[in-house]
Protein backbone atom coordinates (compact mmCIF):
# COMPACT_ATOMS: atom_id res chain seq x y z
CA UNK A 1 0.00 0.00 0.00
CA UNK A 2 1.25 3.35 -0.54
CA UNK A 3 1.39 6.23 2.05
CA UNK A 4 -1.58 8.09 0.66
CA UNK A 5 -3.77 5.26 0.74
CA UNK A 6 -2.73 4.52 4.50
CA UNK A 7 -3.04 8.19 5.57
CA UNK A 8 -6.68 8.01 3.53
CA UNK A 9 -7.91 4.80 5.22
CA UNK A 10 -6.52 6.34 8.83
CA UNK A 11 -8.37 9.42 8.50
CA UNK A 12 -11.56 7.75 7.80
CA UNK A 13 -10.78 5.44 10.83
CA UNK A 14 -10.46 8.71 12.75
CA UNK A 15 -13.57 10.07 11.97
CA UNK A 16 -15.36 6.68 12.82
CA UNK A 17 -14.27 6.40 15.97
CA UNK A 18 -15.11 10.27 16.77
CA UNK A 19 -18.61 9.76 15.83
CA UNK A 20 -18.71 6.62 17.57
CA UNK A 21 -17.95 8.34 21.32
CA UNK A 22 -19.60 11.45 20.11
CA UNK A 23 -22.94 12.88 21.49
CA UNK A 24 -24.97 15.41 19.73
CA UNK A 25 -27.03 18.24 20.97
CA UNK A 26 -29.02 20.54 19.90
CA UNK A 27 -29.37 24.53 20.12
CA UNK A 28 -30.71 27.86 18.97
CA UNK A 29 -29.25 31.04 19.84
CA UNK A 30 -30.22 33.34 17.06
CA UNK A 31 -27.66 33.17 13.89
CA UNK A 32 -26.30 30.09 13.48
CA UNK A 33 -23.03 30.98 11.71
CA UNK A 34 -21.89 32.62 15.32
CA UNK A 35 -23.53 29.80 17.33
CA UNK A 36 -21.51 27.47 15.12
CA UNK A 37 -18.37 29.88 15.99
CA UNK A 38 -18.71 29.60 19.86
CA UNK A 39 -19.51 26.28 20.45
CA UNK A 40 -16.23 25.33 18.09
CA UNK A 41 -14.21 26.74 20.54
CA UNK A 42 -15.22 24.38 23.69
CA UNK A 43 -13.06 21.63 24.25
CA UNK A 44 -14.62 18.45 23.55
CA UNK A 45 -16.74 19.38 20.50
CA UNK A 46 -15.74 17.88 17.66
CA UNK A 47 -18.18 19.55 15.00
CA UNK A 48 -20.64 21.74 15.06
CA UNK A 49 -23.14 21.76 11.81
CA UNK A 50 -25.69 24.84 11.18
CA UNK A 51 -29.42 23.84 9.99
CA UNK A 52 -32.90 24.42 10.89
CA UNK A 53 -35.22 22.82 13.50
CA UNK A 54 -38.46 22.58 15.57
CA UNK A 55 -40.70 23.48 12.66
CA UNK A 56 -43.04 20.85 10.88
CA UNK A 57 -41.73 21.95 7.29
CA UNK A 58 -39.51 19.09 6.02
CA UNK A 59 -36.19 20.11 4.41
CA UNK A 60 -36.79 23.90 4.90
CA UNK A 61 -34.00 26.59 3.27
CA UNK A 62 -32.60 29.29 4.25
CA UNK A 63 -33.74 31.42 1.01
CA UNK A 64 -36.61 29.74 0.36
CA UNK A 65 -39.28 28.15 2.65
CA UNK A 66 -38.28 27.80 6.86
CA UNK A 67 -41.29 29.10 8.10
CA UNK A 68 -41.83 27.86 11.99
CA UNK A 69 -38.02 26.64 12.09
CA UNK A 70 -35.44 28.12 14.32
CA UNK A 71 -32.05 28.68 13.06
CA UNK A 72 -29.95 26.02 15.00
CA UNK A 73 -26.49 24.34 15.18
CA UNK A 74 -26.10 19.76 16.15
CA UNK A 75 -23.24 20.09 18.19
CA UNK A 76 -21.26 16.94 18.28
CA UNK A 77 -19.14 16.48 21.53
CA UNK A 78 -16.98 14.16 23.34
CA UNK A 79 -18.93 13.38 26.73
CA UNK A 80 -15.73 12.06 27.83
CA UNK A 81 -14.04 15.73 27.49
CA UNK A 82 -17.05 17.95 28.29
CA UNK A 83 -20.72 17.34 29.44
CA UNK A 84 -23.81 17.93 27.94
CA UNK A 85 -24.04 20.07 31.61
CA UNK A 86 -20.98 22.03 30.45
CA UNK A 87 -22.75 22.45 27.07
CA UNK A 88 -25.44 23.93 28.53
CA UNK A 89 -23.31 26.62 30.34
CA UNK A 90 -21.80 27.67 28.19
CA UNK A 91 -24.85 28.41 25.69
CA UNK A 92 -26.20 30.21 28.34
CA UNK A 93 -23.42 33.26 28.05
CA UNK A 94 -23.61 33.17 24.32
CA UNK A 95 -27.51 34.04 24.23
CA UNK A 96 -29.36 36.83 25.56
CA UNK A 97 -32.33 34.96 27.21
CA UNK A 98 -34.27 37.62 27.68
CA UNK A 99 -35.19 38.39 24.24
CA UNK A 100 -38.48 37.66 23.40
CA UNK A 101 -37.91 38.77 19.27
CA UNK A 102 -34.61 37.09 18.29
CA UNK A 103 -31.33 37.32 19.00
CA UNK A 104 -29.59 40.75 19.03
CA UNK A 105 -30.10 42.71 15.38
CA UNK A 106 -31.89 39.08 13.79
CA UNK A 107 -35.46 39.50 14.90
CA UNK A 108 -38.22 37.23 13.93
CA UNK A 109 -38.99 33.95 14.69
CA UNK A 110 -36.28 31.62 13.29
CA UNK A 111 -34.34 33.48 15.28
CA UNK A 112 -35.29 32.47 18.63
CA UNK A 113 -33.44 30.95 21.49
CA UNK A 114 -34.31 27.61 22.34
CA UNK A 115 -32.59 24.46 23.95
CA UNK A 116 -33.76 20.92 22.34
CA UNK A 117 -33.82 17.81 24.49
CA UNK A 118 -33.38 14.81 23.17
CA UNK A 119 -34.34 12.86 26.12
CA UNK A 120 -35.55 12.61 29.84
CA UNK A 121 -32.18 13.30 31.43
CA UNK A 122 -31.23 16.18 28.68
CA UNK A 123 -34.76 17.72 29.71
CA UNK A 124 -33.97 17.80 33.82
CA UNK A 125 -30.59 19.06 32.97
CA UNK A 126 -31.97 21.67 30.44
CA UNK A 127 -34.79 23.06 32.97
CA UNK A 128 -32.53 22.65 36.10
CA UNK A 129 -29.92 25.26 34.19
CA UNK A 130 -32.76 27.64 33.00
CA UNK A 131 -34.10 27.74 36.82
CA UNK A 132 -30.27 28.89 37.51
CA UNK A 133 -30.72 31.86 35.07
CA UNK A 134 -34.24 32.81 36.06
CA UNK A 135 -32.73 32.74 39.73
CA UNK A 136 -29.75 34.57 38.78
CA UNK A 137 -31.99 37.51 36.65
CA UNK A 138 -35.28 38.06 39.23
CA UNK A 139 -35.85 41.22 37.96
CA UNK A 140 -35.93 39.69 34.40
CA UNK A 141 -38.32 37.29 32.26
CA UNK A 142 -36.03 34.27 30.94
CA UNK A 143 -38.06 33.65 27.03
CA UNK A 144 -35.75 30.49 26.41
CA UNK A 145 -37.67 27.51 26.35
CA UNK A 146 -36.65 23.61 26.96
CA UNK A 147 -38.54 22.13 24.32
CA UNK A 148 -38.50 18.21 23.02
CA UNK A 149 -35.96 18.12 20.05
CA UNK A 150 -37.94 17.63 16.05
CA UNK A 151 -35.72 16.39 13.30
CA UNK A 152 -32.69 19.11 12.49
CA UNK A 153 -31.89 19.69 9.15
CA UNK A 154 -28.49 20.56 8.22
CA UNK A 155 -27.78 23.70 5.57
CA UNK A 156 -26.67 22.03 2.89
CA UNK A 157 -26.51 22.01 -1.30
CA UNK A 158 -26.56 25.30 -2.79
CA UNK A 159 -26.69 27.12 0.92
CA UNK A 160 -23.94 25.26 2.61
CA UNK A 161 -21.81 28.34 1.98
CA UNK A 162 -23.49 28.72 5.64
CA UNK A 163 -21.25 26.04 6.93
CA UNK A 164 -18.21 27.51 8.70
CA UNK A 165 -19.02 30.98 7.51
CA UNK A 166 -16.94 32.51 10.35
CA UNK A 167 -13.70 30.75 8.66
CA UNK A 168 -14.28 31.06 5.57
CA UNK A 169 -15.65 34.58 5.51
CA UNK A 170 -13.91 35.93 8.65
CA UNK A 171 -13.77 39.65 7.33
CA UNK A 172 -18.01 39.99 7.16
CA UNK A 173 -18.46 37.44 9.63
CA UNK A 174 -16.77 39.51 12.47
CA UNK A 175 -17.94 42.99 10.81
CA UNK A 176 -21.13 41.78 11.15
CA UNK A 177 -20.75 39.99 14.48
CA UNK A 178 -19.67 43.45 15.54
CA UNK A 179 -22.86 45.20 13.35
CA UNK A 180 -24.97 43.18 15.01
CA UNK A 181 -23.90 44.16 18.89
CA UNK A 182 -24.01 40.68 20.08
CA UNK A 183 -20.45 40.81 22.00
CA UNK A 184 -21.37 44.03 23.31
CA UNK A 185 -24.50 42.79 24.51
CA UNK A 186 -23.46 39.76 25.95
CA UNK A 187 -21.06 40.98 28.29
CA UNK A 188 -23.21 43.49 29.49
CA UNK A 189 -25.49 40.48 30.36
CA UNK A 190 -22.97 37.97 31.22
CA UNK A 191 -19.75 40.27 32.31
CA UNK A 192 -16.31 38.31 32.13
CA UNK A 193 -18.05 35.22 31.59
CA UNK A 194 -19.45 36.04 28.59
CA UNK A 195 -17.04 33.89 25.69
CA UNK A 196 -16.01 36.05 22.13
Not at 60 to 76: K, R
Not at 136 to 163: L, N, R, S
Request: proline content about 3%.
Amino acid sequence: MNIKLILILFAGLLCYIMNAIADKAIFAGGCFWCMESDFEKLAGVNDVVSGFTGGSLKNPTYNGNHEGHYEAVEVSYDPNKVSYQQLLDYYWVNIDPFDARGQFCDQGHSYLSAIFVANDKEKALAEASRQKVVEQFPAQTVVTPVVKAKTFYPIKGKEAYHQDYYKNNSVRYRYYRWSCGRDQRLKEIWGDRAIH
